[in-house]
């Protein structure tokens, strides 16, 4: 199940579909805080904040490794949503939960898919989580394309008798997560 989905949501036709997989959940904490900057500096209205702070909702209420990495500052910030706030309460909240999620985010994910993997009846969790993981590869800076090629390798390509555990294990491990900088000197 693990290989169709991310194979589906890969797809050049399939994925450009799951728009509010476009940004993992970090990639909107940062969308917003440059934002909230760019309301500061009266470059753009403050209503230009309302979907921003909608797909934040959203992302925050389905992404299970936010939730699990910082769900005591998540509620607090969904509370403050609901309320009259300043910006600076905003970017503070968003700040804190960016340092508490983005370095586990990935490892967290992986766990998570790992724990899921052989939960048939969590299918539509499993399926978000896979959707949150593909965003987040593309989000660290790797090309749909290549993640769809190991993915076909990995799992189609290969005679599989059974994929487990193990053959996921060793598919996670293939994205290090690592950004790469390449000169151009």
């Known amino acids: 199940m693990f290989a169709q989905l991310m194979s589906e949501m890969l797809t050049p036709t399939t994925f450009e579909s799951f728009r509010v997989y476009s ?11 440059e934002l909230i900057d760019d309301v500061r500096d ?3 209205p403050h209503a230009v904040l309302d979907p921003i702070i909608e797909e934040m909702k959203w992302s925050f209420k389905k992404d299970p490794a936010a939730k699990s990495l910082a769900e005591d500052e998540i509620e607090s910030l969904l509370t403050l949503l609901g309320t009259s706030f300043s910006l600076d309460d905003f970017s503070s909240h968003l700040e804190l939960i960016e340092k508490l999620v983005a370095v586990d985010y990935k490892a967290t994910i992986e766990r998570l898919l790992l724990e899921l993997f052989d ?8 399926r978000k989580l896979i959707g949150f993981y593909c965003s987040h590869l593309i989000n660290l800076g790797y090309e749909r394309n290549y993640i769809r090629h190991v993915v076909e390798d990995t799992f189609f390509e290969r005679l599989v008798v059974r994929m ?6 060793k598919f996670l491990k293939t994205f290090d997560g690592k950004i790469i900088v390449t000169s151009s000197r």
């Open 23 to 33: 940004l993992d959940t970090i990639a909107r904490v940062h969308e917003a805080l």
């Open 42 to 44: 009266q470059r753009v």
């Open 119 to 126: 939960q048939p009846k969590q299918r539509m969790d499993y």
């Open 164 to 169: 487990g555990r193990k053959t996921l294990e």
